[in-house]
């Protein structure tokens, strides 16, 4: 694996692989890798793209300045799973060359209705900055595609959009399924966060999804959601939103509907944890 610190360095390496007629797949991340993304880097290699990874952990998204301390960081540990994965390009670049002259310098997009529903009202001004670096990483990477887990469900209906938004309508978006431990918890780098005791109850998000996506055609939406919420709260969780959405576009459904394809989201806050998951419905 080949680890650039440098744009000009990657813009170069990769410039010569697309004059070879190399396809690159590309991973974004913030670090602290799990399985969920070793599996995204495992997809783009049996595509059989050169796959690229980045690991920056990007300031300008994080609404809660106090959650960007927080977040863990690995990099050692880091490497060391790319390399078993066999990624091939791995770009790790410091602040000021993905933002030369200051964050300022790079264009934030709007999103409209996408960017302000659910994440986007519990976290203003997050989808922003995921459209500021994303828009930066998709112009240094230009891959041909790029792979995004369905764990964060807006974010990837945020970066669908915004390929359009930046002229780059070409790049192949993939979606890969949500890696899952064994009691359901969708894989995330906060899991690192949670106590034993906290951990041993996480699971129940998953549980939650799955009534509500087995409910579907039987019970009202609000009974469902309401049953949710109440079974959050008895396992120590405050449930920021239970809800039903369209899945194209993250209008919000009162109720299940057969003329729609439907995506079930949560975030739920257990201590100063927050996590969130989602499962389709048709
Ligand atoms: O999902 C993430 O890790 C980040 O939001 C991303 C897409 C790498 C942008 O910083």
Do not use: W
Not at 13 to 27: M, P
Not at 64 to 84: A, G, M, Q
Not at 191 to 212: D, M, P
């Amino acid at each position: 694996m080949v680890i650039f610190k440098k744009v000009v360095d990657i813009q170069a390496f990769l410039s010569k692989k697309r004059a070879e007629n190399v396809a690159i797949g590309y991973v974004p991340t913030m670090g602290a890798l799990h399985d969920g993304h070793i599996s995204l880097v495992q997809k783009s290699k049996a595509d059989g793209l050169l796959s690229v990874c980045s690991i920056f952990l990007n300031p300008t998204q994080f609404d809660d300045k106090s959650d960007l301390v927080k977040y863990p960081v690995s990099t050692e540990s880091d490497i060391e799973l790319l390399l078993s994965a066999g990624c091939d390009v791995l770009l790790l670049p410091p602040v000021d060359e993905v933002y030369p002259g200051g964050e300022a310098n790079f264009p934030v997009y709007q999103f409209g209705h996408l960017e302000n529903v659910l994440e986007g009202a519990s976290r203003p001004g997050h989808f922003g900055g995921v459209g500021q670096v994303v828009a930066r990483l998709l112009n240094i990477v230009r891959p041909d595609t790029i792979y995004l887990g369905r764990k964060d469900y807006q974010q990837c209906l945020i970066i669908r959009r915004l390929k359009e938004l930046i002229g780059m309508p070409e790049i192949d978006v993939v979606i890969c399924p949500t890696l899952r431990e064994e009691d359901g918890l969708a894989m995330s780098s906060r899991n690192r966060r949670l106590s034993e005791s906290q951990r041993s109850v996480a699971g129940t998000i998953y549980q939650c999804l799955v009534s509500i996506q087995a409910k579907c055609g039987t019970t009202g939406f609000s009974i469902v959601k309401k049953e949710c919420e109440d079974i959050l709260n008895s396992k120590g969780f405050t449930p920021e939103y239970v809800a039903l959405a369209n899945a194209d576009s993250l209008e919000l459904l009162d109720d299940y509907s057969a003329d729609v394809p439907m995506v079930a989201l949560i975030a739920a806050n257990n201590g100063k944890i927050r996590l969130i998951d989602n499962i389709m419905l048709q």
